[in-house]
């Protein structure tokens, strides 16, 4: 099953309320909403605030990707806010272990999110915490980037490690998805699809999302 989460980064933020309303009655599975502190990645966007008052709009599962140095100082304010899953990038926690506990201490599914350089390996010592690896295809701080190939080996890597941990986890994949990069990460292993450009650059988001689902 193709499941799509809308990366809200690419909505219309005027109108977000609104935004959110087209793409859930449009299909849409999740919200992604990307969270950029100018230091981890060169762009800023989205606080605990927009979070909290996207919980007090919609029911969806919302899944929130930190894109921040040090994240273990702002999981307790995400989660409060109503994350449902929240990721964090290796590279940005001296003690990743110890704050994917932290979240799951939450009731929050934790992720872990690989930048295109940071190997599949880089999980083996947490796959068996993890409730989700988030994938990114393109280098994070931006959208409407044009999605890496070369990750596709990656998203295989990182199938073949949650195979040989005997768990159910998703795979999920970030960055320059749209009708023609979705279905090779899919034959490679992922299981859920983030789409900022593909979605919010379309006037019709249902035709936009069933042609990711590939309806
Ligand atoms: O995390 C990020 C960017 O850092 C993404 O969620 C983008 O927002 C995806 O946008 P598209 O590549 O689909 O336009």
Known sequence: MVRIAPSLLAADFLNLASEVDSV???GADI?????M????????AMGSNVVSALREHTSSELDVHLMIENPERYVADFCKA????LSVHVEATTHLHRTIQLIKSHQVKAGV???PATPASMLNYVIDDVDFVLVMTVNPGFGGQ???????DK???VRRLIEASGREIDIEVDGGINAKTLPLCREAGAT???AGSAIFNEQDRELAINRLKGI
């Open 31 to 35: 919200l992604h909403i990307d969270v």
């Open 82 to 85: 109503g994350a449902d899953m």
């Open 146 to 152: 044009s999605f890496i190939l070369k990750m596709l």
């Open 37 to 44: 502190d100018g230091l981890f990645v060169p762009n800023i």
């Open 24 to 26: 859930e009655k449009a």
């Open 155 to 157: 998203i295989k890597a």
């Open 192 to 194: 859920l699809f983030v």
């Open 113 to 115: 999110v690989l930048n």
